[in-house]
């Protein structure tokens, strides 16, 4: 079974731009999280999908958005994108995303605001 | 401040000896912990899921302990390999919310 894919792997923009993040979850999985990851922050929780719907969301601005398709893809917009915004976007899914379900981390994206 | 601390920040073991994490967190209702291992430039790889009612949890190398009334947490990890130098992370889930800990830096050395 192939693992979770995220593209792109690596990404550059500048400061006000808007940047799309693509993650496949494993087949079969139906629960897909986003999360943030920076040295001095450490790994923060985004949101969560399950069936299209978002489930949960984590204490981020507007400007970070997501939605999830039928196929159970997901994608991650950030708009007006700030220097702090660089970090390692790394998305996770599941099989149903409750709390004992084990979660399959994909490689993430970097993202450098310049 | 943090609700889930790890420590040490950093270790550094030689090829084969053994070795404990801590994590300690004040995260309450507690739904359950969770154990990550992340290499340098990949994703998270869980290790452990470990509910209230669970005090020890396995797997291979790895064990973690869970003692819910002092909300303390271990990572032991035995025989250690070249292969176990990573950041190791410490989740704490409450219900809807997940709490991170900051994470272990593991070197293992020949």
């Known amino acids: 079974k192939a693992g979770v894919t995220q593209t792109p792997r690596y990404l550059i923009k500048t400061r006000g731009q808007q940047v799309t993040l693509s993650c496949s979850p494993i087949?079969?999985?139906?629960?897909v999280s986003w999360y943030q990851q920076t040295p001095g922050q450490g790994l923060q929780f985004l949101f969560e999908y399950f069936s299209e719907t978002q489930r949960n969301k984590g204490n981020f601005p507007g400007r970070f958005s997501g939605r999830q398709f039928s196929n159970s893809r997901s994608e991650m917009n950030v708009s007006t994108l700030e220097l702090g915004d660089s970090a390692l976007y790394l998305c996770?899914?599941?099989?149903?995303?409750?709390?004992?379900?084990?979660?399959?981390f994909g490689p993430g994206t970097r993202l450098t605001v310049l | 401040k943090n609700q889930v601390e790890q420590s040490p920040q950093s270790l550094i073991i030689l090829e084969g000896k053994n070795c404990t994490l801590q994590?300690?967190?004040?995260?309450?209702?507690?739904?359950?912990l969770r154990w990550y291992k992340q290499d340098t430039g990949r994703g998270p790889v869980s290790l452990t899921i470990?509910?209230?009612?669970?005090n020890t949890k396995s797997n291979g190398r790895y064990t973690a302990t869970l003692d819910a009334d002092t909300k303390q947490s271990s990572l032991h990890i035995t025989a250690s390999q070249l292969s176990d130098s990573a950041s190791y992370i410490c989740v704490v889930l409450n219900n809807n919310d997940m709490r991170f800990g900051a994470g272990t830096r593991l070197t293992v050395k020949p």
């Open positions: 996770a899914s599941s099989v149903t995303g409750t709390s004992t379900d084990t979660q399959y």
């Open positions: 470990m509910t209230f009612s669970e």
């Open positions: 087949s079969g999985h139906r629960s």
């Open positions: 994590c300690n967190y004040t995260v309450s209702p507690f739904s359950n």
